[in-house]
């Protein structure tokens, strides 16, 4: 597995870990405004990282797989939040 793939993943596990946390102690009618604050972050996190290392190779590529990965994600936290009210 490449670097770059251990980074994206680590992402989708945080965004992963923040939306079971907005569900388990948010209210079902607040843990979806959480998701868009945590899909924010997830990008910026991205564009943190590549700020401060100072290589612009591979940004869009990473920027693209994050925010996909992490919308997916949170799409289906989504889904289960609206079901199971």
Same mark, same amino acid.
């Given at each position: 597995?490449?670097?770059?793939? =251990? $980074? /994206? #993943?680590? /992402?989708? %596990? /945080? %965004? ?9 102690? $948010?209210? $079902?009618? !607040? ?5 868009? !604050? #945590? ?15 100072? $290589?612009?190779? =591979? /940004? ?5 797989? %994050? =925010?996909? =990965?992490?919308?997916? #994600? ?6 289960? %939040?609206?079901?199971?009210?």
């Amino acid at each position: 597995m490449s670097k770059h793939w =251990g $980074q /994206i #993943i680590s /992402i989708w %596990v /945080i %965004v992963a870990a923040l939306a079971l946390w907005a569900i388990w102690s $948010q209210s $079902q009618s !607040t843990a979806p405004a959480w998701f868009g !604050t #945590i899909l924010a972050g997830s990008v910026a996190l991205v564009s943190l990282y590549h700020l401060f290392r100072a $290589q612009p190779e =591979g /940004i869009v590529r990473k920027l693209v797989y %994050v =925010g996909g =990965g992490s919308y997916l #994600i949170l799409a289906v936290a989504t889904a289960y %939040v609206f079901l199971a009210s």
